[in-house]
């Protein structure tokens, strides 16, 4: 395939035609969700266009708001119509992006096309249309397939209860045309989820029941298996579920990403709860297994409302040329960078902190760290102390921009984090050694959510309107 994309569908030809291409441009504008739910502000949530562009007089601003015409939708994630899953095709155009709401269940198809830097709504897909046609709810992260469909994953049923479903969404039109999945077999939870048709599978992780999650987290809940413990696996072309994986009691697997390379018939995923990276991986026999390759320690502590404080590992991605694994410990309020050029033996070759629970001057004393001599200072950039932890990452195609926010989802902000919802989240660009490994705050970038023209909100993921690292599955 020539990536020369005149020609060409959407996207790029390989992953490293995205790194490292001279079509590949330098991200210039992000979309983020921005969440007012559990702020005590009755307004909706919106999407955000921040100019990121050096050279802008406008740079690290909010430069368009588009709001949505209801209130407490708790957008969370988005995806595609179009990415490098359907590059061959010349017909297809990535225009739209597809923001599902973890709590209202409204999908909203939003119009980037006709103007990338003020997006405009282009369809609501209402609940109704998943209940009754799906029998599912609590949308969660949309992935575009090469046929010109549209896949999102969902927490729920109509009721509250887990189901690990999956809603299928017509490309052009964006009518709800029934459910992906097929069979007797649905897993009793669902959340994330990534396809890789070279070896047939799709895989898919758990992470509450959505009645449950939605007040905050309780401890007792995952004990009584209200949080979830395993990969699922998929077959790609029967739409069944074959198998899953366990990756042991309360260690609730949330991110999953394969490697980006199409051939590659392996991948990573990040367990909140347990703080450990699991590779997950084909084994001769054709069948799926994970092991443990990374495990954070919990810290001892005091002022919290646990014993044992968790990093928790809220989300995970690789870099394109499937050299480093990024996570983020949004409870111990650190970012490291991993060389997994062995892929059962990550290096740990950067680490920064931004934030957490365990900063000096705190509510928390740590008695016991298994990593630290001492308790990290604030993090306090151009005059501003965040509030919150370092949570969801996207990295910039050519892999040297970490960009990070501090939000994870508002009933647990405001449960962990209350000066969060008061303060609103904040945007990070951290600079990254692509070379050896290494992490560096970049102390000239902040974009401030808490100085929102209706007030203080909760800013989430981040997506460039060209695709990323998280978004785009080459076939």
Not at 298 to 325: A, E, N, Q
Not at 429 to 447: A, R, Y
């Amino acid at each position: 395939k020539s990536a020369k994309c005149g020609a060409c569908g959407p996207g790029y030809a390989s992953p490293l035609h995205a790194m490292k291409g001279k079509y590949c441009p330098r991200e210039e504008i992000l979309y983020l969700p921005c969440i007012y739910r559990n702020t005590g502000i009755e307004k909706p949530d919106y999407l955000a266009t921040v100019d990121v562009d050096p050279t802008s007089p406008h740079y690290c601003q909010v430069i368009h708001r588009l709001p949505m015409p209801n209130l407490k939708d708790e957008l969370h994630h988005s995806g595609w119509n179009a990415c490098s899953s359907c590059f061959g095709d010349a017909t297809k155009k990535r225009n739209r992006l597809i923001l599902p709401s973890l709590i209202s269940s409204r999908i909203y198809v939003v119009d980037v096309g006709t103007d990338l830097r003020a997006p405009r709504i282009h369809k609501i897909v209402e609940p109704v249309e998943l209940f009754w046609k799906g029998n599912v709810a609590n949308p969660h992260t949309s992935h575009c397939l090469g046929s010109g469909e549209i896949v999102i994953s969902c927490l729920g049923d109509p009721s509250g209860n887990g189901k690990g479903g999956f809603i299928l969404l017509d490309g052009e039109t964006f009518e709800v045309k029934g459910n992906w999945e097929k069979g007797e077999k649905i897993p009793s939870l669902g959340y994330d989820f990534w396809y890789q048709p070279r070896h047939n599978v799709l895989m898919s992780t758990e992470w509450g029941t959505p009645k449950i999650v939605a007040g905050g987290f309780d401890p007792a809940d995952a004990e009584k298996g209200h949080y979830g413990r395993h990969i699922n696996v998929w077959d790609w072309n029967s739409h069944k579920c074959i198998q899953s994986i366990d990756l042991g009691e309360n260690s609730v697997p949330l991110e999953i990403r394969f490697l980006h390379d199409p051939d590659a018939s392996e991948g990573f995923v990040g367990c909140a709860l347990s703080s450990a990276v699991h590779r997950f991986y084909k084994t001769e026999k054709g069948d799926w297994a994970a092991e443990k390759v990374i495990e954070v320690p919990s810290k001892k502590v005091k002022g919290w409302f646990l014993p044992d404080m968790p990093g928790l590992i809220t989300d995970i991605l690789i870099s394109l040329d499937d050299r480093f694994l990024y996570f983020s410990n949004w409870l111990h309020g650190d970012i490291r960078q991993y060389d997994i050029t062995n892929t059962r033996k990550p290096r740990l070759v950067g680490q920064v902190f931004l934030g957490g629970s365990i900063t000096k001057g705190g509510h928390v004393t740590v008695v016991e760290d298994r990593e630290l001599q001492c308790q990290p200072e604030p993090f306090v950039i151009k005059g501003k102390k965040v509030q919150g932890g370092p949570q969801m990452i996207q990295l910039s195609l050519d892999g040297k921009r970490l960009y990070v926010t501090t939000s994870l989802y508002s009933g647990w902000d405001k449960q962990f984090y209350p000066d969060l919802i008061k303060e609103g989240s904040v945007m990070l660009q951290i600079d990254v050694d692509t070379e050896k490994g290494g992490l560096k705050v970049n102390t000239n970038f902040l974009v401030d959510f808490g100085k929102e023209p209706d007030g203080p909100v909760l800013a989430h993921e981040i997506r460039y309107p060209g695709g990323d690292c998280t978004s785009d599955i080459w076939i």
